[in-house]
């Protein structure tokens, strides 16, 4: 079946630091790829996606690249922000899930200023 | 207003009562979800339905049930709430759309408390 693996938290960065969240993931068929971002009391929202090898997704500073030979959607901003605080998820959709979203467990982020 | 509304957003319940959640939305999508979210285990699909007439068991169904009303509507409910049923539970939708390129809009969650 269809699995993410994305990397413990909590993450605690300066602001301005550089931010990795790894992400690797387990599926049939050619997976689309997503990264989710909830924000204190509010609901998940997208944050950038990726449907193909080799695609980048990217928002708000943030990128990420669909590696197919490593099986990865690494997170990454060059220079985080006091606003960019949140749970991040990543997750999968494979058609043979019918299209329903895997999410990894999510990662903490907090930036300090 | 909100694309997707949940009601109520908190709840606090005894065990053994009946719990209704309602999640509406102005999308038009026709695909509806409710995942739960517990800390350190992320969200877990609990039902969704791909129409009005098209309702699935997700991973962890047991203890709940649901109702789609109508396209905009689907409901969750928990016959008999439990301890463990303590969560934060979100309803979404998504666009039929192009497979591989489905992206689901969250409300903004449900928290329940069962005492």
């Not at chain 1, 993450?11 to 204190?40: D, K, M, R």
């Not at chain 1, 099986?71 to 606003?83: A, I, P, R």
Request: with cysteine; net charge neutral.
């Amino acid at each position: 079946g269809n699995s993410v693996t994305q990397m413990e938290g909590p993450v605690t960065l300066s602001e301005e630091a550089f931010l990795t969240i790894n992400c690797t993931y387990t599926a049939t068929g050619y997976p689309s790829l997503f990264w989710y971002v909830q924000y204190p009391g509010e609901g998940l929202q997208l944050l950038l996606k990726a449907t193909k090898a080799d695609d980048k997704g990217s928002n708000k500073g943030f990128e990420a690249t669909y590696r197919k030979e490593t099986t990865s959607f690494h997170l990454e901003k060059g220079s985080v922000q006091v606003s960019d605080s949140a749970v991040y998820f990543c997750a999968l959709i494979s058609g043979g899930s019918n299209y329903k979203l895997t999410f990894g467990k999510g990662t903490l982020l907090t930036v300090n200023p | 207003d909100a694309d997707v509304t949940q009601t109520p957003r908190n709840r606090i319940t005894k065990t053994g009562k009946r719990i209704m959640l309602e999640c509406s939305q102005t999308k038009g999508h026709d695909r509806m979800y409710w995942y739960r979210q517990d800390p350190g285990l992320g969200l877990r699909l609990i039902y969704y339905s791909f129409d009005v007439k098209d309702i699935n068991k997700g991973e962890i169904s047991d203890g709940y049930s649901v109702s789609r009303q109508a396209q905009a509507k689907f409901s969750l409910s928990l016959e008999s709430a439990i301890p463990n049923q303590t969560a934060l539970y979100f309803c979404a939708t998504s666009d039929a759309g192009q497979p591989g390129a489905n992206v689901l809009t969250f409300g903004a969650g449900s928290r329940l408390t069962v005492l």
